[in-house]
Structure formats: C-alpha cells, structure tokens
C-alpha cells in the first residue's frame, strides 16, 4: 500500500489548512487510515484515525473540535479538516493506514505510512 499525502503550508493562528492522503495499491479490507505528527525533537503523536466505513472516528484530546477526518472510498482519500489552528500545531503530519483499526495510537501499530506534510502556524 502506498499512501500519498497534499496540503499543509503556513497560515496564521486561527487559521485552517486541509490534509489529504490517497491510498493506492492492494489495502484489504477493513482498512483504517490516519493522521500522526511529529513536530521537532518530539517522538510522532496520534492525532486522528477513521474505520473503513467512515462511521468511526478517533481524535487526540488535544485536536478534538477542532481537526475533523474524514474519507472518500470512491476515492481513496482521506481528509484531514484543521481549523482555529494554534502554534503548538506546527508539525510535519504523517498519513498512515492499517487494517482493522482497533484505536491505537502507538505509531508502531501503524505499517503503512505516506511522507510528512509540513504544518506551520505562526502566532
């Protein structure tokens, strides 16, 4: 599986960026895709997961109301929505993928990973 991720840039505190990621290549079923960031000197964190279906969400405390994820199998993508963005944001944000999800946030749970997608936001 090869997962390609878009978006990102700088934007101002309060402001809102769009994440996407396509999945390409056999995933299998029940194939959950994500969103983890590392901002400099930190270990990568969990921000956000979404079921195959859709129907299930799962955010980082720290992100809840504020990011939304969302998916388009048709597609193949995810989306990860960001507003009212805060400087303690600013990370490179990873997509990944694995199969039935089962609400880790360990990265090491997590096999299929796309390349990081630099987050800035200035205060």
């Known amino acids: 599986v090869q997962l390609q991720a878009s978006g990102g840039g700088s934007v101002q505190a309060g402001g809102s960026l769009r994440l996407s990621c396509s999945a390409s290549?056999?995933?299998?079923?029940?194939?959950?895709m994500g969103w983890f960031r590392q901002a400099p000197g930190k270990g990568r964190e969990f921000v956000a997961t979404?079921?195959?279906?859709?129907?299930?969400?799962l955010y980082a405390d720290d992100v809840k109301n504020r990011f939304t994820i969302s998916r388009e199998n048709a597609k193949n993508t995810v989306t990860l929505q960001m507003n009212s963005l805060k400087s303690e944001d600013t990370a490179v944000y990873y997509c990944?993928?694995?199969?039935?999800?089962?609400?880790?946030?360990?990265?090491?749970?997590?096999?299929?990973w796309g390349q990081g997608t630099q987050v800035t936001v200035s205060s």
């Open positions: 990944t993928g694995r199969r039935y999800l089962d609400g880790s946030r360990s990265p090491e749970d997590y096999p299929y």
């Open positions: 290549g056999r995933a299998g079923s029940a194939f959950g």
């Open positions: 979404i079921d195959w279906s859709g129907d299930v969400t």
